[in-house]
């Protein structure tokens, strides 16, 4: 089933509000919405069928940035310090608030980002070995999406749409409160590489200046790096949906 695309269902509730003679606002636009049986009003925002939720910052024209999870602070020598006055990412903890519980295991071998709507393989070395950036993109072709290989909790050919994910998504899993991995507390991933002296994961993501080379996470701080594509092996995390 083709999941509908939230701004232009936003953009038609628009016109149609318009018509009527009434002004356009997140919570007109969710009545709107919900009447034709497309999404559900939600307190904050709108839900779509597939369980995503479009916050209503957003549907208003922001685009929201979640928060890191830092709590914490240091100074210069990498001393705890307390944090007010600092200005650091621990004070501020500036962004928007994760949801609770940050993820959801779908009990298919996936695993649901309750803050993106993203659904992720939850065996985090799912080929069980590193590889490289093409190799990367070629493995979750196939054999992931042709149905010719399981998982931790994961039966061959259960989704064909699964990609590598670009950089932001990626991220979007970091929790810098946390290391080795640098994920939420409880999260129900398995198989995530730590204690190594590499446990990055590959994007699809290239910079524009350097297009030999490839954005990655470093899943035991949540820190990126631009390594060359053919000169080393890491890890993949194949996702799947998404707008």
Request: with cysteine.
């Amino acid at each position: 089933m083709k999941t509908r695309n939230p701004k232009r269902l936003l953009a038609a509730a628009s016109v149609l509000l318009s018509a009527m003679g009434l002004a356009f606002g997140p919570l007109e636009a969710q009545t709107a919405i919900a009447a034709d049986g497309i999404v559900e009003s939600t307190a904050g925002g709108f839900m779509f069928p597939d369980g995503s939720v479009q916050m209503t910052a957003a549907a208003g024209g922001a685009a929201p940035l979640a928060d890191t999870g830092q709590a914490a602070c240091w100074d210069d020598q990498g001393a705890p310090r307390l944090c007010p006055g600092t200005g650091e990412d621990g004070e501020t903890q500036a962004g928007m608030t994760w949801p609770t519980p940050r993820f959801t295991d779908n009990g298919d071998g996936t695993v649901r980002d309750n803050l993106t709507g993203l659904d992720w393989l939850q065996d985090g070395n799912c080929p069980g070995t590193s590889m490289g950036w093409q190799a990367a993109l070629t493995w979750i072709a196939s054999p992931l999406n042709a149905g010719g290989t399981a998982c931790a909790n994961y039966a061959a050919g259960t989704f064909n749409d699964w990609r590598l994910p670009n950089i932001k998504e990626l991220l979007s899993l970091a929790d810098l409160s946390q290391s080795s991995p640098a994920l939420a507390p409880g999260h129900p991933f398995v198989n995530v590489p730590t204690g190594e002296s590499n446990e990055n994961y590959w994007s699809s993501s290239s910079p524009s200046g350097f297009p030999t080379n490839a954005f990655t996470l470093w899943i035991s701080f949540g820190g990126t790096g631009t390594p060359d594509k053919d000169a080393v092996s890491h890890y993949v995390w194949a996702v799947r949906g998404g707008n």
